[in-house]
């Protein structure tokens, strides 16, 4: 369990994958994986796919991600979530705020 990162060079994206419980406990894991990327040169992609649990700390590290490649809606996508991580998504309205695929 825990966040790891992929950069593609070919597609320009960065894809940070969280696995288990995506809690405070993968805060530093989570910022780490962004905070050395510049964002005008990367796509960023949050990968839920193998996420089975999200908390209110984890909304705050996706802001946090959101606000450090500029804010643009279209500037993070969130993949893969399940059935409970979406939902909590949409409570939050982060579908408003993030590209839900």
Known sequence: MGVTARIDPD???????VE???????????????QNVTPSSMQFVVDLSRATYLDSS???????????????PGS??????????????KIANFDKLFTLD
């Open 11 to 17: 597609q320009r994206t960065l894809t940070i994958a």
């Open 20 to 34: 288990g419980r995506f809690d405070f406990s993968q805060h530093r894991d989570f910022r780490n994986a962004y």
């Open 58 to 72: 984890a909304l705050g590290m996706l802001l946090l991600l959101r606000e450090h490649v500029g804010g643009d």
């Open 76 to 89: 993070v996508r969130i993949t893969g979530s399940n059935e409970e991580v979406r939902r909590v998504l």
